[in-house]
């Protein structure tokens, strides 16, 4: 079998896109944000950035409607610039699952290391487990994946509501923070406003992974918009909820920086460490949710040829083993790296944002062509507005998502070379690659290459 069924129901899709969003970013980011600037500034990071996210959700849910299909973000690349830009934007997206999986195992740890006053290996050792869930539960299936997320979202919800409720006296206090820092009244740090903007962009990286996912949506044309907006819309309502009361309880003397941040409310909230056990189930289906996204990322790329070809198989069970398996083996020695050089999470989610930055230069450039009307320029201008703003302070790291594009390049050249060696005489080789850079689309060459 070489097709994956349309078996996403709009239900369905509303869970894995809401975990695919809410684990980590949600437990993870209000406590690192109070970790990169004041509370001032944390506040308004957090509010900017959901600005910023506007644009680029509506770039996404209108690329999702046009092209649902597994090609997902490399399809989106490659109406952009061509088909070197699927190869380009492959290996963009899975340079980030490269920092992207083992960082989201390494926040549940993170919640397991507060709960048990676990050691630095111990915790490590509980980020494998964690990644050996991912694998399991993608390895049994949709089925089994649609359960996790739906267990997942009751649980969230009810995490949520308790601490809300149970905290109400701090969102009285964070909306007084908000309320100084949009007002202009306090001492702002522009680079720090940079710093905890460029980290919270974490929180609304997913919308643009979803798109993987989107040929197996049914009835994409009513769904795909109805998924972004109503998840985008719920998601952004809990994340500012949450960092208001976080920066309340912050100012009130409670400790809530570092990855488990919103623990430290537990201390206000009934329940205690049961809290903290519901948190690290949200971070499991957050984490069950992106190896899903990543696992088609490299099944659709197989199929293409821009990664190797096993990774484009699916078993008797319609399942992409090998991608996950692959997964599965880098997670694990990302997880030990991190532990034997001390790279802290928050760096690896920098990476990660920073990648997805670049990736939607590509997406913007793709709505462009292919939109009308009135849409195209105003949500293009803010979409690059907003891109201008979160790349200017990442300086040196920029050389990551420039390597991988400039990677994907090469790969697409050697690729073209190879079809030219076996379709072509030597004395038309060196007209070939012009001739191969104009077929439609990536799936075009890999048909080239498979005869």
């Known amino acids: ?26 437990l993870a980011l209000p406590g690192l944000a109070l970790d990169a600037g004041t509370v001032y500034e944390a506040i308004f990071g957090w509010f900017l950035i959901a600005i910023v996210a506007v644009p680029l959700i509506e770039v996404c849910s209108s ?82 994946i649609s359960l996790i997320n739906y267990a997942s979202l009751a649980v969230l919800f009810l995490l949520i509501g308790m601490l809300i409720a149970f905290n109400l006296d701090f969102l009285g206090s964070g909306l007084g923070i908000a309320s100084g820092a949009i007002s202009g009244n306090v001492h702002i740090d522009l680079h720090n406003i940079w710093k905890v903007a460029a980290l919270l962009f974490w929180a609304f990286i997913g919308w643009e992974n979803l798109s993987f996912s989107l040929g197996e949506i049914k009835d994409p044309e009513k769904n795909v918009p109805r998924l972004y907006w109503l998840s985008f819309a719920l998601v952004t309502l809990i994340y500012l909820l949450l960092a208001l009361i976080s920066t309340g309880a912050s100012v009130s003397g409670a400790s809530l920086q570092g990855a488990a941040g919103l623990s430290g409310l537990v201390l206000f909230t009934p329940g205690g460490k049961l809290l903290i056990w519901l948190m690290i189930v949200v971070i499991s289906a957050n984490a069950c949710s992106w190896n899903f996204t990543a696992s088609r990322l490299l099944y659709a790329g197989g199929r293409k040829g821009i990664f190797p070809e096993v990774f484009g198989r699916l078993s008797k069970r319609n399942i992409p083993v090998s991608s996950l398996v692959g997964l599965y083996a880098l997670s694990i020695f990302l997880v030990f790296g991190s532990y034997l050089f001390k790279i802290p999470v928050s760096t690896m989610m920098l990476f990660v944002s920073q990648n997805y930055v670049f990736l939607y230069a590509f997406i913007i450039i793709a709505y462009w062509k292919t939109e009308n009307g009135w849409k195209r320029g105003i949500f293009s201008a803010l979409s690059l507005v907003s891109l201008s703003f979160l790349v200017s302070g990442f300086t040196w790291k920029v050389a990551y998502p420039i390597f991988l594009i400039g990677f994907g390049y090469y790969r697409f050249l050697r690729s073209t070379d190879k079809i030219s060696a076996s379709r072509l005489p030597a004395s038309k080789l060196s007209a070939s690659r012009n001739e191969i850079a104009h077929c439609e689309d990536v799936q075009e060459i890999s048909s080239l290459v498979k005869h």
């Open 1 to 26: 079998m070489t097709e994956l069924k349309k078996t996403i129901s709009f239900t369905r899709g509303m869970g894995l896109a809401i975990c695919m969003l809410i684990g980590t970013g949600i």
């Open 63 to 144: 690329l999702g409607l046009k092209f649902p299909s597994t090609a997902g973000l490399a399809g989106y690349a490659e109406k952009a610039v061509g088909p070197w830009g699927g190869y380009a934007v492959s290996y963009l997206v899975g340079g980030s699952f490269f920092f992207g999986l083992p960082a989201v195992a390494l926040i549940g740890s993170e919640y397991m290391k507060h709960l048990f006053q676990l050691s630095e290996a111990g915790a490590a050792l509980f980020a494998v487990l964690l990644v050996t869930l991912m694998f399991l539960s993608n390895l049994a299936g949709m089925k089994v």
